[in-house]
């Protein structure tokens, strides 16, 4: 069933929002890549779940010595679109959790900062234009190419980790 919400789908609206998917793009702010990651918030990655750029380069193939974590190697990196990806998909799997799945708090966030939103509490009272319309954007992006409207709350979007049962129960 094509017309299912999914995650993906959801990512390629915030990659047709933050790149029109071009993987070497950098917005004005300095966001790079597909996803607009900014590389001094991955470059060690305060976030619980979310990899700094470098490890997720490395769990990628990439060989990245210590001496070569620098900006510049940040930079780089983040134009490789899987690198890109697995830390925009990491993060917004984050602010999901965080918000409870809340459209606005998840896109605004993934813009803004989840600490900029907090303070805030809504989009509308985002400091930036841009932030006040991003979650918006998103969403209009969405319809125009999936041909259905973002739904309020993607909590629908991620599935629970099914529990394994332990051997030996009910045997």
Known sequence: ??????????IQAVIQR?????????????????????PGDFIQSPRRNVPSVFDAARSLGFSIAPEQETRETAETLLKDPSVNTMLGEAYLKELMSKYAGDTEGVLTSYNAGPDEYDIR??????????QRDYAQKVSQDYENMF????PKNLGVLVSPVPRIRPKGLLE
């Open 1 to 10: 069933m094509d017309d299912l919400l999914t995650f993906d789908k959801l």
């Open 18 to 38: 933050e790149s029109s998917g071009r993987n070497d793009a950098v917005s004005d702010g300095g966001a790079i890549g597909l996803m607009g990651i900014m």
């Open 121 to 130: 509490g809504s989009a509308k009272n985002m400091r930036l234009e841009e």
């Open 147 to 150: 041909g259905r409207q973002l």
